[in-house]
T-cell receptor
Framework: DTAVSQTPKYLVTQMGNDKSIKCEQNLGHDTMYWYKQDSKKFLKIMFSYNNKELIINETVPNRFSPKSPDKAHLNLHINSLELGDSAVYFC????????????FGDGTRLSIL | RKEVEQDPGPFNVPEGATVAFNCTYSNSASQSFFWYRQDCRKEPKLLMSVYSSGNEDGRFTAQLNRASQYISLLIRDSKLSDSATYLCVVKAGGYQKVTFGIGTKLQVIP
């Protein structure tokens, strides 16, 4: 019974390519997130969607475009991949009630050659 | 000042020791606080929420000090399996913006 699942788990591709990562949650949460964790291990929020609407958009290049077809799904499309995009990307979900934590997917390890 | 600050460590402690981590936050409007644990190359997992009155879960105790804007995590009787990175998480804002600290690395040594 996977709560937050993201695919693929590993993604190795060449610079300049376009790729997508998918995320789905079956927890009934109304908010979903994308995080990037780079080689320095710092976990940084990229986007947050609440009921399919973008509510947080941190300073992220326009090459990154999230899409939420429904509140259980949040996908991330990346255009023109660059070496600096190599990182682990985590999807998470939560409710917006106070004291409710986020639940994370097990990450997508993106390596740019 | 960073929104959430933690000492990255590493903290190297012997088995059985008691170790404490602190985390400071800058946004006085922060409402919810958590400690997560992250093992190498894995996703962060919730260790415990931090309640205003402080709370305990087995060997783990979390405290919140709103006046000084910090939270703490105390681990008693450290086990080898406690070796991990401990992330401080603060939730604030109208849409509950979540900010992670950089994490404190703990290594429990036999």
């Amino acid at each position: 019974d996977t709560a937050v699942s993201q695919t693929p788990k590993y993604l190795v591709t060449q610079m300049g390519n376009d790729k997508s990562i998918k995320c789905e949650q079956n927890l009934g949460h109304d908010t979903m997130y994308w995080y990037k964790q780079d080689s320095k291990k710092f976990l940084k929020i990229m986007f947050s969607y609440n009921n399919k609407e973008l509510i947080i958009n941190e300073t992220v290049p326009n090459r990154f475009s999230p899409k939420s077809p429904d509140k259980a799904h949040l996908n991330l499309h990346i255009n023109s991949l660059e070496l600096g995009d190599s990182a682990v990307y985590f999807c998470a979900s939560s409710t917006e009630q106070e004291l409710q934590p986020q639940h994370f997917g097990d990450g997508t390890r993106l390596s740019i050659l | 000042r960073k929104e959430v600050e933690q000492d990255p460590g590493p903290f190297n402690v012997p088995e059985g020791a008691t170790v404490a981590f602190n985390c400071t936050y800058s946004n006085s409007a922060s409402q919810s606080f958590f400690w997560y644990r992250q093992d190498c190359r894995k996703e962060p997992k919730l260790l415990m929420s931090v309640y205003s009155s402080g709370n305990e879960d087995g060997r783990f105790t979390a405290q919140l000090n709103r006046a000084s804007q910090y939270i703490s995590l105390l681990i008693r009787d450290s086990k080898l399996s406690d070796s991990a990175t401990y992330l401080c998480v603060v939730k604030a804002g109208g849409y509950q913006k979540v900010t992670f600290g950089i994490g404190t690395k703990l290594q429990v040594i036999p």
